[in-house]
């Protein structure tokens, strides 16, 4: 019960605290252009993450060398807040589509060039991967991506898409595993209401994809997913 009657607290401050957010993300992208935003996302998501009563650790931050594809776990609703956490330089998402008929966030999302994927229309969702794929050719921007597709509903990292392997092979981009651990407990998709935890976010090692190709892109999937289960120090039982 007492975790039932936070939450309720918790979703109205995170609330307010979101449309402030979005309208200044919104105004800011229009005068001055979304550009000048990406050094102070991590400070205001992170504000937005602690009104939802997250509290991050984070252990590493992407590389700024060259373009990623980064690839994350995906077990909360929060997912794209905590993927913003260790970023550096101009990034971007492929999100469902969902997600740019939200007042305010689709707006935002827009501003910063995301992608939606339409997973009920292959067509679409092809045409997702080749809008990707040009950002990251001709802007330069890191793209998030959550490789499982949906959010898990057992905690356990679910078995990979292979749009984000073949996004990678076309462009030559590394793909970059980002793992959360604890976004489960503080609010899976089956339930409602959050339990106020501590965040753990870990950025493995670049995955080189030189040695693949369309011909061995299984061997790609099974090694990301290796390297993935390896950070989450999960077992196949």
Known sequence: ???????????????????????????????????????????????????LGAWVRLKN???????????????????????????KGKYTAILASFNFKIPIWGTMLRSFKAVPVYRKDKTKALQGIKDAERIINELGYHVVIFPEGTRTINGKLQKFKKGGFHMALNTGAPI?????????????????????????????????????????????????????KKLLKEDDN
């Open 176 to 228: 970059l595993p980002l793992v959360v651990k604890g976004g489960f407990k503080f609010k899976p998709k089956t339930r409602w209401y959050i339990k106020p935890s501590i965040i753990d976010i870990e950025v493995g090692k670049p995955i080189d994809i030189s040695k693949y190709s369309i011909n061995t892109i299984d061997e790609l999937v099974n090694d990301t997913y290796t390297e993935f």
């Open 1 to 51: 019960m007492i975790f039932r009657l936070f939450s309720i607290i918790l979703y109205l401050l995170g609330g307010i605290y979101f449309i402030i957010f979005g309208v200044y993300v919104i105004v800011l992208s229009l005068i001055i252009g979304h550009k000048y935003l990406y050094a102070t996302l991590p400070l205001l998501t992170r504000i937005q993450l602690l009104f």
């Open 61 to 87: 931050k992407i590389p700024n060398d060259r373009t990623y594809i980064i690839m994350m776990n995906h077990t909360s609703f929060a997912d794209v807040f905590f993927s913003v956490q260790p970023l």
